[in-house]
Nanobody, 119 residues
Framework: QVQLVESGGGVVQAGGSLRLSCAGS????????VGWWRQTPGKERQFVARINWLGKMPFYADSVKGRFTISRDNTKNTVYLEMNSLKPEDTAVYYCNAPTVEMRPGDYWGQGTQVTVSS
């Protein structure tokens, strides 16, 4: 069993930055690739980024490439999403997921954290 808890969301102006954290627990967490996903009302959850269990091979959706950076610290069981040059269209609830394989979500989700970018 894996538990995921996101934090770090908030309200920021366009062009600003936020860093999200996903704290994982459970023995399997360190062996899983972890992904960030986001969802707006009435739409399907959308893939944002993922990183493998070693903290390598980051992969991004085209919409965030060059602006977002995913990283991982296995000593802290935490995955981060550094978001820069934020746009109003980045406004969403952001979720952590494991294991994210390719661009497919796994069984474990956090509760989500709201990110709001004002114009």
């Amino acid at each position: 069993q894996v538990q995921l808890v996101e934090s770090g969301g908030g309200v920021v102006q366009a062009g600003g930055s936020l860093r999200l954290s996903c704290a994982g627990s459970g023995r399997a967490f360190k062996n899983y690739a972890v992904g960030w996903w986001r969802q707006t009302p009435g739409k399907e959850r959308q893939f944002v980024a993922r990183i493998n269990w070693l903290g390598k091979m980051p992969f991004y959706a085209d919409s965030v490439k060059g602006r977002f950076t995913i990283s991982r610290d296995n000593t802290k069981n935490t995955v981060y999403l550094e978001m820069n040059s934020l746009k109003p269209e980045d406004t969403a609830v952001y979720y952590c997921n494991a294991p994210t394989v390719e661009m497919r979500p796994g069984d474990y989700w956090g509760q989500g954290t709201q990110v709001t970018v004002s114009s």
